[in-house]
């Protein structure tokens, strides 16, 4: 059992930045974010393998970094130019190489995007 715990959520003004952490008590395949903003559907956001491969979503491609320390089996999300639309509670996910669907999820942390 891999347990996730996230960190750095917040309050940001339209335009800025914030950076996400999610430290792994274990290694796993891939590790991520999804995101669900109320009454919507929980959507990926971005993925990244153990070897460094990425994938985001078409709404946050240039504004959002994946990146991950397999040492320490923590991976990092960075956000900038951030949108009101942003606005959504962010789970961290890891998965094993052959799972077509995430294994673990951390507790969530809240993102808002608000003036």
Same mark, same amino acid.
């Given at each position: 059992?891999?347990?996730?715990?996230? &960190?750095?959520?917040?309050?940001?003004?339209?335009?800025?930045?914030?950076? @996400? &952490? %999610?430290?792994?008590?274990?290694?796993?395949? /891939?590790?991520?974010?999804?995101?669900? /903003?109320?009454? =919507?559907?929980?959507?990926? $956001? /971005?993925?990244?393998? #153990?070897?460094?491969? !990425?994938?985001?979503?078409?709404? $946050? =491609?240039?504004?959002?970094?994946? &990146?991950?320390?397999?040492?320490?089996?923590? $991976?990092?999300?960075?956000?900038?130019? @951030? =949108?009101?639309?942003? !606005? /959504? $509670?962010?789970? %961290?996910?890891? #998965?094993?190489?052959?799972?077509?669907?995430?294994?673990?999820?951390?507790?969530? !942390?809240?993102? !808002?995007?608000?003036?």
């Amino acid at each position: 059992q891999v347990q996730l715990v996230e &960190s750095g959520g917040g309050l940001v003004q339209p335009g800025g930045s914030l950076r @996400l &952490s %999610c430290a792994a008590s274990g290694s796993t395949y /891939a590790m991520g974010w999804y995101r669900q /903003a109320p009454g =919507k559907q929980r959507e990926l $956001v /971005a993925t990244i393998t #153990r070897g460094g491969s !990425t994938n985001y979503a078409d709404s $946050v =491609k240039g504004r959002f970094t994946i &990146s991950r320390d397999n040492a320490n089996n923590t $991976v990092y999300l960075q956000l900038n130019n @951030l =949108k009101p639309e942003d !606005t /959504a $509670v962010y789970y %961290c996910y890891a #998965r094993h190489q052959y799972s077509g669907y995430p294994n673990y999820w951390g507790q969530g !942390t809240q993102v !808002t995007v608000s003036s």
